[in-house]
């Protein structure tokens, strides 16, 4: 299974940070993601110079356990968890910044729309993006029409629509963590909205 697929599988399961926020509130969740987050930079620098630090017996037992599954979904010359990290930072951040009704409304587009829109992308895009040659039409339909329908139990449907419109149009955009910009973007257009 290609690389992005399996990155975008597990993208999806992030649409249970959402019950961080209903079991331990707003602020907590917000530093439980953050927390999540700096764990995996330090994760990924342990994993990226692990023959340069003193070995440590059980993190070697560990790093040894996941080291065949855990490449698989890594890109490589990329931070070893940078989609992970840059994920959780982006829920962190709309956790943060955001009511509690449009930070859960974030995060779900974040995990749905743009998981959704890789795999519609990988299985079904035939037309490339003049914007963006990494991503076609057909994702990009698909992260729309994913984010019009979750936004849509959070939000009346104009305002769904507004914000799906704008989430998509920076979702398309190169050299963009879209980790970071979707939930941001997605939460202050509901805020302003």
């Known amino acids: 299974m290609e690389i992005e697929v399996k990155r975008k599988a597990v993208h999806f399961l992030g649409i249970f940070t959402i019950a961080l926020i209903y079991i331990f509130g707003k602020l907590l969740a917000s530093l439980i993601m953050l927390c999540i987050s700096i764990g995996f930079i330090f994760a990924g620098e342990y994993r990226r110079n692990r023959k340069n630090y003193k070995k440590a017996k059980i993190i070697d037992e560990f790093e040894d356990v ?104 920076v979702e398309m955009l190169p050299q963009i963590d879209d980790n970071i910009s979707v939930p941001l973007v997605t939460g202050l257009v509901l805020l302003l909205l």
Not at 68 to 79: A, I, Q, S
Not at 125 to 147: M, Q, R, V, Y
Not at 149 to 168: E, G, N
Request: aromatic letters at 18%; charged letters at 20%; proline letters at 3%.
């Open 66 to 169: 996941l080291e065949d599954e855990v490449k698989t979904y890594e890109r490589r010359k990329e931070l070893p968890f940078k989609g992970a990290i840059t994920f959780f930072f982006g829920c962190f951040l709309a956790a943060l910044l955001f009511e509690e009704n449009i930070a859960i409304a974030s995060i779900a587009v974040l995990a749905l729309a743009d998981s959704m829109s890789t795999l519609i992308g990988y299985f079904f895009g035939k037309h490339k993006l003049p914007i963006n040659k990494k991503k076609s039409w057909e994702g990009s339909t698909a992260f729309f029409a994913t984010s019009f329908f979750t936004l849509f139990f959070f939000v009346d449907p104009l305002k769904a629509l507004i914000a799906a419109v704008i989430a998509t149009f």
